[in-house]
């Protein structure tokens, strides 16, 4: 099995959409600003993408027998 | 024989003693239609159980808690419970445990009337339906491990996501432990700590009848469904089965499969969207690149210019230099060559030639002969060559000058 990456996917999601945002959202782009939200979009999404790799979901059977009370 | 002398109430608890002793009331299920049926102060409820053929009559007695499904005249029901009888009214009657309408149409009608009456508490309203998270950790999910459901939910979650964890509560979805364990379930999953609670509870199950479909269409479950502090999603079979506890639901599924597609995202839609957000940004930071290029063209085209027309300036300085040099050149000769022939003139050897002669003494050159005393040694240079000399005597001392 592969080794699950810790990373919270929703909150990785979140921030990549955030930098996406703020592309659009820039009056006046700074360029160095930009290369650098660029670069950590980009690290987001290998991240992501590492994640979507992933093929494996951890079923339990919670040990417990249901009863009303 | 001797007879035996009873008073009533004594007679009367010996019956029930007998009733309930022999009477195996945990085993049978009385099967009759239901007439005269009521509720007192909103708690104690009473009917009378028929036979539909032979005049047969059973007074029940119940209490609205032990009712779970709604109940009306001319209902065919089953009834569970045990006989006793009444002191003060010599009447025996059924004390009902549990009471569950039976056939299709008995139970048709009472899903009508549960779902008007859950319906008008808001439980069915759209306001409170709350969304799911697009990305869950966890899933609760209730069903039976024997159901098709459970298969088909877990293989379109594995087809479409990874990495989750499901944490799966083995119910019965029918029969008669199903509501109890459904409740238990519920109440599990919302007991947890916050941080151990699934992101989504899903409750689903094959389609079926709505016999066999009682457990999620029970009034109970409804309003676990409705209480519970996690969105549920509730998936019941086919397209067109529906319960009550799908009305309930923050989420309807049409089919187990359909609730997998909607708790857990597709990978090829993330991944599409992944790409498409990153082209959008390497697009907006082209853009912007292109735009400072042009201004560096236009920037540096400008400077050319600049540093044209400097160098044009410098070429012509020079040129002019050199103009202004050529007409200063000879006059400058002259200059240097006149003060030439001067400093010839007054050149003190030239003088010399002439006759003349330096006198020095200790280096300093003599002027006034009263400077000098007899016997001191004097330094002569001639015009050529030089001689050392004696001061013999002093004439006219301080008196004449020469010159």
């Given at each position: 099995?592969?080794?699950?990456?810790?990373?919270?996917?929703?909150?990785?999601?979140?921030?990549?959409?955030?930098?996406?945002?703020?592309f659009d959202s820039e009056e006046h782009l700074d360029l160095d600003k930009g290369l650098k939200q660029f670069e950590r979009g980009l690290e987001l999404a290998s991240l992501l993408k590492q994640k979507l790799s992933e093929v494996e979901n951890k079923v339990t059977?919670?040990?417990?027998?249901?009863?009303?009370? | 024989?001797?007879?035996?002398?009873?008073?009533?109430?004594?007679?009367?608890?010996?019956?029930?003693?007998?009733?309930?002793?022999?009477?195996?009331?945990?085993?049978?299920?009385?099967?009759?239609?239901?007439?005269?049926?009521?509720?007192?102060?909103?708690?104690?409820?009473?009917?009378?159980?028929?036979?539909?053929?032979?005049?047969?009559?059973?007074?029940?007695?119940?209490?609205?808690?032990?009712?779970?499904?709604?109940?009306?005249?001319?209902?065919?029901?089953?009834?569970?419970?045990?006989?006793?009888?009444?002191?003060?009214?010599?009447?025996?009657?059924?004390?009902?445990?549990?009471?569950?309408?039976?056939?299709?149409?008995?139970?048709?009608?009472?899903?009508?009337?549960?779902?008007?009456?859950?319906?008008?508490?808001?439980?069915?309203?759209?306001?409170?339906?709350?969304?799911?998270?697009?990305?869950?950790?966890?899933?609760?999910?209730?069903?039976?491990?024997?159901?098709?459901?459970?298969?088909?939910?877990?293989?379109?979650?594995?087809?479409?996501?990874?990495?989750?964890?499901?944490?799966?509560?083995?119910?019965?979805?029918?029969?008669?432990?199903?509501?109890?364990?459904?409740?238990?379930?519920?109440?599990?999953?919302?007991?947890?700590?916050?941080?151990?609670?699934?992101?989504?509870?899903?409750?689903?199950?094959?389609?079926?009848?709505?016999?066999?479909?009682?457990?999620?269409?029970?009034?109970?479950v409804a309003r676990a469904v409705y209480q519970s502090l996690i969105p549920v999603v509730v998936a019941v079979g086919h397209e067109r089965d529906e319960s009550l506890a799908d009305y309930v639901a923050d989420i309807r599924a049409s089919t187990p499969s359909n609730?997998?597609?909607?708790?857990?995202?597709?990978?090829?839609?993330?991944?599409?969207?992944?790409?498409?957000?990153?082209?959008?940004?390497?697009?907006?930071?082209?853009?912007?690149?292109?735009?400072?290029?042009?201004?560096?063209?236009?920037?540096?085209?400008?400077?050319?210019?600049?540093?044209?027309?400097?160098?044009?300036?410098?070429?012509?300085?020079?040129?002019?230099?050199?103009?202004?040099?050529?007409?200063?050149?000879?006059?400058?000769?002259?200059?240097?060559?006149?003060?030439?022939?001067?400093?010839?003139?007054v050149d003190p050897t030239r003088i010399l030639a002439r006759g003349y002669a330096i006198v020095r003494v200790g280096g300093a050159v003599v002027r006034d002969a009263s400077e000098l005393a007899v016997g001191r040694e004097l330094a002569i240079q001639l015009g050529?060559?030089?001689?050392?000399?004696?001061?013999?005597?002093?004439?006219?001392?301080?008196?004449?000058?020469?010159?």
């Amino acid at each position: 099995m592969k080794k699950p990456i810790t990373v919270d996917f929703a909150k990785s999601f979140e921030e990549l959409e955030k930098i996406t945002q703020w592309f659009d959202s820039e009056e006046h782009l700074d360029l160095d600003k930009g290369l650098k939200q660029f670069e950590r979009g980009l690290e987001l999404a290998s991240l992501l993408k590492q994640k979507l790799s992933e093929v494996e979901n951890k079923v339990t059977e919670i040990k417990k027998k249901f009863e009303s009370e | 024989m001797e007879p035996v002398i009873l008073h009533v109430a004594d007679y009367l608890s010996l019956l029930n003693e007998v009733l309930h002793d022999r009477v195996p009331s945990n085993e049978i299920l009385i099967e009759g239609e239901v007439s005269d049926y009521r509720v007192a102060q909103q708690k104690w409820v009473s009917f009378d159980l028929k036979d539909e053929k032979a005049e047969a009559v059973l007074k029940c007695f119940a209490t609205t808690w032990q009712i779970t499904t709604p109940i009306e005249d001319g209902m065919r029901v089953h009834v569970k419970g045990f006989p006793k009888m009444y002191e003060r009214f010599g009447t025996l009657k059924l004390n009902v445990q549990s009471i569950e309408p039976i056939g299709e149409g008995a139970l048709k009608r009472a899903y009508d009337l549960l779902k008007k009456k859950l319906e008008a508490e808001g439980l069915f309203d759209v306001s409170r339906k709350r969304t799911l998270p697009r990305f869950p950790k966890k899933i609760g999910l209730i069903t039976s491990r024997d159901a098709a459901a459970y298969g088909d939910f877990l293989r379109i979650v594995n087809n479409r996501w990874g990495g989750i964890e499901i944490d799966h509560a083995h119910v019965h979805v029918q029969g008669r432990e199903a509501v109890g364990e459904i409740l238990g379930a519920f109440r599990y999953f919302n007991m947890l700590p916050v941080e151990d609670r699934p992101d989504a509870i899903v409750l689903t199950r094959g389609g079926g009848g709505l016999e066999d479909l009682h457990a999620f269409n029970d009034e109970q479950v409804a309003r676990a469904v409705y209480q519970s502090l996690i969105p549920v999603v509730v998936a019941v079979g086919h397209e067109r089965d529906e319960s009550l506890a799908d009305y309930v639901a923050d989420i309807r599924a049409s089919t187990p499969s359909n609730a997998a597609e909607r708790v857990v995202p597709s990978r090829a839609d993330v991944k599409y969207e992944l790409d498409m957000m990153m082209r959008h940004q390497e697009q907006q930071l082209q853009f912007v690149m292109d735009e400072y290029r042009t201004a560096a063209d236009r920037m540096a085209t400008k400077v050319g210019h600049i540093l044209e027309r400097e160098r044009d300036r410098l070429l012509m300085m020079q040129t002019r230099l050199q103009d202004r040099a050529q007409s200063w050149l000879p006059a400058l000769r002259d200059v240097i060559e006149s003060s030439a022939r001067l400093l010839r003139q007054v050149d003190p050897t030239r003088i010399l030639a002439r006759g003349y002669a330096i006198v020095r003494v200790g280096g300093a050159v003599v002027r006034d002969a009263s400077e000098l005393a007899v016997g001191r040694e004097l330094a002569i240079q001639l015009g050529t060559g030089s001689l050392d000399a004696e001061v013999l005597r002093i004439n006219g001392k301080g008196k004449q000058k020469l010159v």
